[in-house]
């Protein structure tokens, strides 16, 4: 069975007319009264009567003509997306950062992505590790970067960095002239957590924890800008990623290392295992891969 003979078909059950179908597809009407015969000889079925009026589906007919549309449309969906993949990526993208790291390992990433891929809509979205896990089980981001620990039942990771949290206090605080600062000397600060489903908190209560101690929260926010502030106007101390400093001082601003224990992890960027990623996400990891300096 042909897919031309089905397209026949189907168009002179729509036209209701042999003449008119012919036209349509530009073929000869004898063209297609030998297709819609083979047709029949191959189903061992009459598929059309004509009429002097039309034509009309036998029951047979029907059936093959409610199939036939859909194998149709399958045919046309598959053609484009194979005609596609020759074309220049475009359309959109969602990739999920979580926000203390998206500046630090992706700036670079996302310009010279935007400038390969000009047709390619990027759009970034901002969130924490878990609930970009859930974003990406959900569909909501085709890839993302996240920290550890990672579900690697559920995840392809491609692990880039290893990471630790640095404390960042006021100048004018009693740690500010301190090299190292043990994390006990710490249990008794005034906190400013991001919001609660950040991996950088759980690392905190669990080092807390350690000492048989709760966190005592000061304040919380989802933006990196709203939580220096903070600590920047004595509020509470913070623990962020040692990535984003370059030196040991930034506007009022002292970044302390900080041991027994160290607070470190990985990152990765992952996909949805059994997911089919599109040709814009594989651009994407591809690029980051090789900016990252990370082998595939």
């Known amino acids: 069975m042909e897919i031309r003979g089905l397209r026949y078909f189907v168009e002179v059950v729509q036209q209701n007319n042999f003449s008119r179908a012919a036209d349509k597809l530009c073929v000869t009407q004898p063209a297609i009264s030998r297709s819609i015969q083979k047709l029949e000889q191959e189903l061992e079925y009459t598929l059309l009567i004509r009429e002097t009026d039309g034509v009309k589906m036998t029951d047979e007919g029907e059936i093959l003509f409610n199939h036939a549309r859909q194998i149709l449309e399958q045919f046309d969906r598959m053609n484009d997306a194979l005609k596609n993949r020759s074309d220049p990526l475009s359309g959109v993208l969602k990739v999920g950062l979580p926000p203390v790291i998206a500046s630090t390992y992706f700036a670079d990433i996302i310009m010279e992505f935007s400038q390969k891929f000009p047709q390619v809509e990027l759009q970034i979205i901002e969130l924490s590790s878990n609930h ?46 301190k090299n190292i600062v043990k994390f006990a000397e710490i249990l008794n600060e005034p906190f400013i957590f991001f919001q609660d489903s950040y991996r950088i908190n759980e690392l905190v209560t669990s080092a807390c924890g350690i000492h048989g101690k709760k966190p005592m929260i000061a304040g919380r926010s989802g933006h990196l800008d709203l939580v220096m502030a903070m600590v920047r106007a004595g509020v509470g101390v913070t623990l962020l990623p040692e990535s984003m400093w370059q030196k040991n001082h930034i506007d009022g601003l002292s970044i302390i290392p900080v041991t027994e224990p160290v607070l470190a992890y990985e990152l990765a960027l992952s996909t949805l295992k059994g997911a089919h990623p599109s040709r814009r996400a594989n651009a994407w990891i591809a690029l980051a891969l090789k900016m990252l300096n990370v082998k595939s």
């Open 132 to 177: 970009m896990m859930d974003a990406m089980l959900r569909g909501d981001v085709e890839t993302a970067a996240i920290m550890s620990p990672f579900d690697e039942q559920k995840f392809n990771l491609y692990r880039f960095a290893t990471d630790r949290l640095m404390l960042l206090v006021n100048n004018k605080h009693p740690l500010a002239s």
